[in-house]
């Protein structure tokens, strides 16, 4: 690629076998294709097993390098007082899907009784769909899409079904309270989700369910929307489990709903400073895409024009490509929105322009919220 002023040079950090492992599972996740030559600095006796193991669990990646060692036949590259740990990991994540995947599947009957019309997203979805329900994919709560219209239906919804609205779950008491008054302003001030639902459980291991209810792509207030009526008029119905299945987005409105969601947990400064993104996020995005049809991409682009997503989707995908050495911001005819300082760009309080230094590369392997300035 050529590099000018206002364009993104490629460059990646100096030599880090940790991380470039670490890249190579979360791409593939030993999934779809055995891997390359990088798997050799496992066996190295100065390869850092334990900064790998670190790396994983930051980047929600623990479950799916235990999968690929063993999927591979190189658990015991790993000292052995780190395999057990691994591996229960991956059980413990394959355990939490089939709970969670259940309580969706009851939500969801309880939703289309109450008359919802609603859309399963992120971790329920895709740990199916692009992760072949392997478990590898980390997710703590079960995601849904609903029309605003249909906000205080899927509120009574959830009552009847067990849920306590506006709560949260304190790991020490074990027990539910209600969220702060400050909390309840800002989802007052922010309508673009409900205050978060849980229910008790009796499970050791998963002792509580979150329900997250989503009625925008984006949030309050953002430049960047998505009509949420027309695109819950043609969801899918999407296989979770054998035999089962769950209304979802289609695929190239669910590439766009991983793409704004990373968004705003990557560009808005105060998700930013309390969760910021992941490898295993944009890896979702990747995957999504690497598996996509063609015509599913070219209704990508088609959505991506219609709605006005030009400068959201150009942010997330550069990023990466960058990670992954994809090529979505030129399929998606993008490569003009993605400059060097639009990369580089936040929103801090009141709409206030900000910038982060270095690429998302550094970022990530930080492990640290980036450093937020004005331009």
Known sequence: MTTGPDTVPDVRGPNDAVWDLLVLVALHQGLDEEPDERVEVLRRPDFDHGRLVEQAMRHGLLAALAHFLHQHGLRRTLPARLRNPV?????????????????????????????????????????????????????????????????SGALKALTELGYAPSTRFDPVTQELEKISRAAERVYQMSPDHLPHAHRLTEDTCVPVVCVDVANSFTWHGCPWQVPVDKVLARIESTPVEPGTTLPALSPADMFLFLCLHLFREGWVERTIRTKDVSLAQFADIARQWRRASPVTRERVAEETREFGLSAPIAWVCAHADQLFATSMVDELGLRATATRAWLASAQGSSGLELRWPGDMERRLRSGEAPVLSPP
Request: hydrophobic share 50%; no cysteine.
């Open 87 to 151: 591996l229960s990991q991956l059980l413990l994540n394959r355990h939490r899907a089939r709970l969670l995947t259940a309580e969706a599947l009851r939500v969801s009957a309880g939703f289309e009784a109450a008359g919802i019309r609603a859309a399963w997203t992120k971790g329920v979805v895709v740990q199916s769909t692009l992760y072949e329900g392997t478990g590898v994919r980390l997710y703590n709560d079960i995601d849904v899409m609903i029309a605003p219209a249909d906000r």
